[in-house]
């Protein structure tokens, strides 16, 4: 008779033993599940934000649906992140390469490539510069960050904004230059200067 309790006992035990391991499987999943819905991954997943590949001293070519190269995009260094599809770029440079365009470059500190929606944040020292056109005049511009939509060779900034355009210098806040035609819109407070006019020498 005793040994018949004892096996009662004993697997009594083991259910128990079974009951709590699974208790604790339960509890971990769902704990699991709510540091990935939340985003509190304290000791899961740290390495999410972290770069899948870095390139140094990069280049690479945006092509138009033609196989034509719409721009050129370089860099000291490039960082992508794969959670959010977005590179971090040191020292960018990006000049625009559509045919029967002006090519506009410009250089700035930092940016950010958003791959997904073919944009370009430039932030730090933006420095904007675009040659002399039948059309249009040399263009220069400086600002602190510069939204560029490359796909529309668009360059927008809502920061003041330092400019030469021909021998006018402009200062203004907001700026929206759009390259297919060749216009350049101000924001709301801005100032042009024109340089004196060139009186003509009389006649000896």
Do not use: C
Not at 133 to 146: D, G, I, S
Not at 167 to 176: C, D, E, P, T, W
């Amino acid at each position: 008779m005793a040994t018949y309790v004892n096996k009662r006992t004993a697997h009594r035990w083991r259910m128990l033993a079974l009951m709590v391991t699974a208790v604790f499987f339960a509890f971990g999943s769902f704990w699991l599940l709510q540091a990935i819905q939340t985003g509190d991954t304290a000791g899961v997943g740290n390495n999410l934000n972290e770069p899948d590949y870095i390139v140094e001293n990069f280049s690479f070519v945006r092509m138009t649906e033609t196989g034509v190269p719409r721009y050129v995009m370089s860099g000291a260094r490039l960082a992508h992140h794969p959670d959010n599809d977005v590179s971090e770029v040191s020292k960018p440079i990006v000049e625009s390469m559509a045919p029967d365009r002006p090519r506009m470059t410009m250089h700035a500190d930092r940016g950010q490539v958003y791959h997904a929606e073919n944009r370009v944040e430039l932030m730090g020292n933006v420095d904007i510069a675009r040659p002399a056109t039948p059309k249009a005049e040399a263009l220069r511009a400086r600002t602190e960050a510069l939204t560029v939509l490359a796909d529309d060779e668009i360059v927008k900034t809502k920061l003041p904004v330092q400019m030469t355009l021909g021998a006018a210098s402009v200062n203004g806040v907001g700026m929206v230059a759009e390259n297919p035609t060749q216009k350049l819109h101000l924001g709301g407070r801005g100032q042009i200067v024109y340089p004196p006019r060139q009186h003509a020498a009389p006649n000896q």
